[in-house]
């Protein structure tokens, strides 16, 4: 520019001079107005373009949110779903070691059972029970190969559960207490009062009758085994005194009793050969009488 008017200004007069700066200046103008004019025609355009692209873009933005939401929602299914897998899968196994622990000291039981009164014992595992009101049995998986033998005794931890009265090569039948055909002959521990428990045919509950109304017999004595009949050693639990009564016409008692083990619980018992332990306890008293 400055070189322009330089050439103008030596060959030119003033009055071109003047001309060529006012055309200078109006061109300028010009442009810069233009210029603001563009510029408000963009600001006026993005305007009124910015709700259209704001309000095309929500489609957008709601698809890419419920897309993010959907997949945090299976993320959160799949991390609960492993959860509670993993809580069912622990809370098995805290059972498991609940359930072990119990066979545990039920086991334990059986054999302080077995060391307080029989040398020889076979621990047996029920394969069936039958509980009805007139025939009360449990199978066992020991039979004949195992020397069980018909009206062999059988307990559990807690004292009798009842007597052999069929066996094959591999089961054996047992009829509980509370089979109505039961019949164990029992004395009171605290006295030694001598009876016989029968079965009911009611899972809970046996009866002693034939005791007279001057009996020295009350409720919530123990019943063990007398050894009468050979069939059981002396000394087992059977019952506990529940009920006496006496009618006023009636010159015997009417006795109640609740077996000490639960019939319709557990899975293993015991099978125990008295003569053995009899045995062992006349080898016992000859010595101390050799003595």
């Not at 619980?265 to 003595?291: F, Y």
Request: aromatic content about 4%; overall charge negative.
């Amino acid at each position: 520019m400055r070189e322009l008017l330089r050439r103008l200004g030596g060959a030119a007069p003033a009055t071109v001079r003047i001309i060529v700066l006012i055309a200078l200046s109006v061109s300028m103008m010009l442009i810069d107005y233009r210029t603001q004019q563009l510029e408000r025609l963009r600001n006026i355009l993005q305007t009124v373009v910015y709700p259209i692209m704001f309000v095309s873009s929500i489609p957008r933005e709601v698809i890419y949110g419920v897309t993010g939401s959907m997949e945090k929602s299976e993320n959160l299914q799949t991390n609960n779903e492993s959860l509670r897998q993993e809580n069912l899968l622990l809370r098995s196994r805290l059972k498991k070691l609940h359930s072990l622990e119990a066979d545990n000291r039920r086991l334990k039981r059986l054999l302080g059972q077995s060391d307080q009164i029989a040398e020889r014992v076979l621990l047996a595992e029920l394969v069936e029970v039958s509980l009805e009101p007139y025939t009360q049995q449990i199978s066992l998986n020991k039979g004949s190969r195992d020397d069980v033998y018909v009206g062999q005794p059988v307990i559990n931890g807690d004292g009798v559960i009842g007597q052999v009265v069929h066996t094959s090569q591999f089961q054996s039948t047992v009829t509980l207490l509370t089979d109505p055909s039961s019949a164990v002959p029992v004395m009171v521990m605290r006295n030694g009062l001598r009876g016989v428990l029968f079965g009911t045919g009611v899972r809970n509950r046996l009866t002693m009758p034939y005791l007279t109304a001057d009996a020295d017999i009350r409720v919530g004595d123990l019943l063990i085994t007398s050894g009468m009949g050979g069939r059981f050693p002396t000394g087992y639990p059977v019952a506990t005194v529940t009920d006496v009564e006496q009618e006023p016409s009636d010159e015997f008692l009417t006795i109640n009793t609740l077996p000490v083990t639960q019939l319709d619980h557990g899975r293993e018992v015991l099978l125990i050969w008295p003569e053995v332990a009899e045995t062992r306890k006349d080898k016992v008293l000859q010595e101390l009488v050799d003595e």
